[in-house]
């Protein structure tokens, strides 16, 4: 069974058999010049004093996480030769989701078929709760009925694990492939990919269309390998297609000056505004617990959004979330109320209880700050003008509230001691795309 562009390792010199509509190249693995050693799998390179092994042979730092690479290995990956992929003929591939895009994510639809059968890279940035991923399905449909290769990775393994059995359900006949760290499905071939952005090192000139979800997100966005990881799995003439509700400067420069389509959304798909967030100055913190009528305060609002949702509370650190959660379990007892960090081996568990309304707060750090939906949720940020929140997070986290079901009142509120640039920024910008959104839909 052989997955096309998959980029295995070799000792120099091993041949592979490829049938005859395959071709097979071989690569150097690293390269060695002028006192440098380059890597061909992550793009890192190093001076040559730092990377000698002991048996007096070279290796690359930057991507031993992958399986050590050194100068006597050799990268292979098997290619299908474009006449055969032309000659495959298969039965036409249908979309089963029975939803229906709004006007606007049909024009996006249409606008993504159009710039990837033009070739050229977009941007498409739609607002939390735009749908994204259902104006993906025309795309991912027409470009399986082309015969592409096609991978859907995200820097975020939550985003990948809420992706993957969405487009399952939207296309049960395409051999759809979940890879991230710790997925135990095994290689096997595949149509679609979904896969985490580390995941893209794995391959080389694979991909006709390589769709980046949330690629601004920690993190992908300022890690060269993965960028790098990311150029190198596409084919030389695939295409990208970047989606986030968050853009960053690197990325909206970058797609200016290689002359990407940038598309913009910025209505959500029931066309409810963003909930803009509410801000509590709030002394110290921190110290909460010391302060009982500051604490008494914060229970009462807790209480209050209870009322009509469940909370997903977050903190700036793992210790202050464990030390609050306490606080709050032995303050409002009748209440079911737990934390979860990225280090949670019931992390996935935690998520799905919340979802089935096992919990009515969950403390979280920014794990959870995109890529889930939850259909009834107020969100609190404590320590809102924390470092960790910076200005896409607070977007993110301000649009997990009211993104399904029926309008809940759900709230957005932050808890600061000192008012940020980015809490200042985060709230214009909300306020702007609410605006930019009843402009368009005049239209
Ligand atoms: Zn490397």
């Known amino acids: 069974m052989v997955i096309y562009g998959k980029q295995e390792v070799y000792k120099i010199g091993v041949m592979i058999q490829a049938a005859a509509d395959e071709t097979v190249r071989y690569r150097e693995a690293v390269k060695i010049t002028k006192g440098q050693l380059y890597c061909n799998r992550c793009g890192s390179h190093f001076s040559l004093r730092e990377v000698r092994l002991p048996a007096g042979s070279y290796y690359c730092p930057g991507c031993v996480l992958y399986g050590r690479l050194t100068d006597q290995d050799q990268l292979v990956s098997i290619h299908r030769k474009e006449e055969a992929e032309v000659l495959q003929t298969k039965p036409q591939i249908h979309c089963r989701w029975l939803g229906e895009l709004t006007r606007q994510q049909s024009r996006m639809a249409e606008e993504l078929i159009r ?86 090192l794995h391959f080389y000139q694979a991909f006709d269309l390589l769709v980046v979800d949330e690629s601004d997100a920690f993190p992908y966005e300022g890690d060269p390998l993965l960028a790098f990881g990311t150029t190198q799995a596409l084919k030389p003439m695939g295409v990208r297609v970047c989606l986030t509700a968050t853009p960053t400067k690197n990325l909206l420069q970058k797609a200016k000056s290689e002359n990407w389509q940038v598309l913009h959304l910025p209505q959500r798909y029931h066309r409810r505004p963003l909930v803009v967030p509410e801000l509590f100055f709030l002394e110290d913190w921190r110290n909460l617990a010391k302060y009982p009528l500051r604490l008494a305060r914060v229970l009462r609002i807790c209480e ?140």
Not at 121 to 150: H, S
Not at 157 to 181: H, K, Q, T, W
Not at 364 to 380: A, D, K, M, N, Q
């Open 115 to 200: 710039c990837v059968d033009s070739r050229e890279n977009v941007l498409l940035w739609a607002v939390t709760g735009a749908g994204k991923t259902e104006m993906l399905y025309p795309l991912i449909e027409n470009a399986l009925n082309e015969g592409k290769q096609i991978a859907i990775a995200s820097p975020r393994i939550d985003v990948c694990r809420e992706l993957y059995p969405r487009l399952v359900a939207a296309f049960p006949d395409v051999a759809i492939l979940l890879r991230y760290g710790k997925a135990l499905e095994q290689w096997q071939e595949f149509e679609l990919l979904v896969c985490t952005t580390h995941q893209l």
């Open 304 to 443: 209050q959004l209870l009322k009509e949702n469940q909370v997903l509370f977050f903190c700036p650190d793992i210790a202050f979330m464990k030390h609050i959660t306490k606080v709050l379990q032995e303050k409002l007892p009748q209440k079911k109320i737990t934390f979860v960090s990225a280090q949670d081996p019931l992390r996935e568990e935690k998520i799905l209880q919340l979802r089935n309304k096992q919990w009515d707060i969950l403390l979280c750090t920014t794990i959870l700050e995109r890529g889930v939906t939850f259909e009834r949720v107020s969100v609190v940020v404590m320590g809102a003008e924390h470092e960790v929140f910076n200005k896409s997070v607070l977007v993110q986290i301000a649009g997990r509230v009211d993104r399904k079901g029926t309008q809940r009142n759900g709230r957005v509120l932050f808890f600061f001691q000192e008012q940020t640039l980015a809490i200042r920024k985060a709230i214009k910008e909300i306020i702007q795309m609410n605006q930019l959104a009843k402009k368009e839909a005049k239209r």
